[in-house]
């Protein structure tokens, strides 16, 4: 089967609440406030008509700064979120490590929750029992097989979750960053294993902000900023790309820093005692904080 992932116009518009902001009032206002007031429903995009293709072969890195959406599009990839317009065609099976942590029953036993994950993956009973002791002796867990998961520390439970949901080979892979996946030895067998794995599958995603990962591991780039493709192309010219942005971003920061500065220096001596506007007071002290350091 020839694996592809196609997006066509995706959109993702999710909703969220507010509270209404009580400041300068009593205690007993706020108090009141809280209780009797009606949070207020706003629309999120997160997602913004994204449209790409990815065929065999590619190893795509999503890059952006924080918030630009790599996470949100990875799960729509996953099909944890709908799009609310738009739509994803994939073919080939996919294997997604975002959560490690995702499906588990803290009440069940070792070997429960491995059935319970890897049944949710797609893979059939009668396989699951083949697997359980390769999985166990991978996540060197095999001890401890029959206990309760909610006795596991978190890294042992994220060992058991890297375990599962790398131990078949898929078509399509979705990763999220890089993670510290238990203690030095085991993030260095992990790190051994997932490099298999991306050997081994027909087109790779990873979300990263780690250039050299993305320069080693993937061939191509897809750049979001807030929630739209901003590049999509190789992965040389889509990290030129990302640095421009960074630069952008952080060349309007300073700008406006300095903006606040020039006014605040205009703001009259004589006021009359006036304080200058407390959000210009803010920045400039947060500058100076910068230039001592
Ligand atoms: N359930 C939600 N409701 C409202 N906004 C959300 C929700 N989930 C995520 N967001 C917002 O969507 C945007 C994209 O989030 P996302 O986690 O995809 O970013 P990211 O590119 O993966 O960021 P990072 O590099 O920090 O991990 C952020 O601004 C985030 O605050």
Redesign the pocket.
Known sequence: MTAYIRARGVCLE???YLQPEQRNTSWLRTLLGAVTSVPKRHF?T??DDVSFEMEEGDRVA?I????????????VLTGAFQPTRGHVEMSGTKQALLNLGLGFNQEGTLIENIYLRATAMGIRAAQVRTMIDSILDFSELGDLANRRLFTLSSGQRMRLGFAISTSAQHDIMLL??WFGAGDAQFVRKARERLVDRVEGSKIVVV?S?NTELAKKLCNRGLV?Q??RVAYLGPIKDALVHYADIVRNANRAKTEALEDAGASLQSFPKDAGGASPPAEKTRVVSERNAGNRG
């Open positions: 999710v909703p969220y999120a997160l997602l999503l952006g700064r924080n918030g630009a959406g790599k996470t949100t599009l990875l799960r999220d960053e979300a902000h979001l807030a929630g």
